[in-house]
Every structure is written in C-alpha cells, then in structure tokens.
C-alpha cells in the first residue's frame, strides 16, 4: 500500500510509541499507564476523517476489530472504548482504550481525567512486545492460505 507524501503528526510520535504496520495503519501504544491504550493512524496523507478513506474504510473497521480483540485478550478489561475523535489532532486516528470499572476516570471519558502518567519504559517495551506478538499473530491467522 502506498504512503506517498504521509508522516506521523509530532503530537502522535511525542505521545506514542510504535508497536506495528498493518496492511493501512500503523499501530501505536500511547505512553499512558493509567489506561492501556493503542492507537491506529491510516498510513494515508490528509486523511482526516473516515470517509477521506474511500473503499479502505472496510480495511480500518478490520484493522480495528483485530487490535480491539488483542486488546480486550491481553488485558481482560471490563470495556473497549473506540473513537476517532481528532479535535486536537487532526490525523486520522482511532483510539482503542482498555477501560476497567476501577480505573482513574471509570465510567467518564480518559482524556483529562488524570495527569498522563508514563510507563516505566520496561513495562512499555512488555506490552508493546504483547500486543505486537498478539496482532501479527492474529493478522497471520486472518489471511487465505493459497
């Protein structure tokens, strides 16, 4: 797939860390242990929003089905929350937050609800490490075999 002219917003690579590509997103970890949250941008310059996607929308709804479901497997959460919000950036981007009803912001949104809070950079490069084996795991295991 083509990425001419596409490049990761500066506020996405200062809050993030790559996990993966898929077949149209880069998949990202944002650097937030209060709440295990991945992010995927479509690798398609001045895509904004999702109909700027075209027939690629059907790629992006399987691209977040998959990294939901290794989200929810990998932390057992008790919900998903999935947006693509993009009022501070406005990349598109979908967010995939793991929430737990004895998290810092249950049942209310994550943005604002509590000062960002870095992992401890072991700890990141686990879940990153996790969450990559359990994609691309579950990406390989989606595809026709000829």
């Not at 009022?87 to 929430?99: G, K, S």
Request: proline share 8%; with cysteine; aromatic share 6%.
């Amino acid at each position: 797939m083509h990425e001419t002219g596409w490049s990761l917003h500066s506020q996405l690579a200062a809050d993030t860390v790559p996990v993966c590509d898929l077949p149209l997103s880069r998949l990202l970890a944002m650097n937030d242990a209060n709440f295990p949250w991945l992010i995927l941008v479509p690798r398609r310059a001045g895509a904004s929003e999702m109909i700027d996607l075209g027939a690629e929308q059907a790629l992006l709804m399987d691209e977040i089905s998959l990294v939901s479901r290794a989200l929810k497997d990998e932390t057992r959460c008790d919900k998903l929350n999935v947006a693509a919000i993009g009022n501070v950036v406005p990349q598109l981007h979908v967010h995939i937050v793991a929430r737990r009803k004895d998290d810092a912001a249950w049942p209310k949104p994550v943005w604002g609800a509590a000062p960002r809070r870095p992992y401890d950079p072991a700890v990141l490069d686990a879940f990153v490490a996790i969450v990559r084996d359990l994609v691309r795991g579950a990406y390989e295991s989606s595809r026709p075999t000829s």
